[in-house]
């Protein structure tokens, strides 16, 4: 079983930044799968954000293209989202994933596997 742990969320105001990580356990090959973040606000549903493959390939949502940026250190077992010129349509709880594949396909927030407890993310115009 795979345990993911979400960090990092907080307050703060459009144009400003934040840098979420996520730590994994409960497996010795993490480096195997590929992660991502997805993203659920208040009555939304859960929306992909940016996910990182085995073999590090990323991938972005168009709504943070450009603004977003996800990375993973496999010796610490640890995957990162940085986040800059946050809008006030980025609020929203944030999850680190995974489908438990080396590469995570269009459809990968409906096929996760684990998913962690999730950080807030508030964006205040």
Known sequence: QV???ESGGGSVQ???????????????YTSDY????????????????????S??????????KGRFTVSRDNAKNTLYLQMNSLLPEDTAMYYCATPLTSRCGRAWVGAAAYWGQGTQVAVSS
């Open 3 to 5: 345990h993911l742990v």
């Open 14 to 28: 459009a144009g400003g930044s934040l840098r979420l990580s996520c730590t994994t356990s409960g497996y010795s």
């Open 55 to 64: 073999d590090g390939t990323t991938r972005y949502a168009d709504s943070v």
């Open 34 to 53: 590929c992660l991502g973040w997805f993203r659920q606000a208040p009555g939304k549903e859960r929306e992909g954000v940016a996910t990182i493959d």
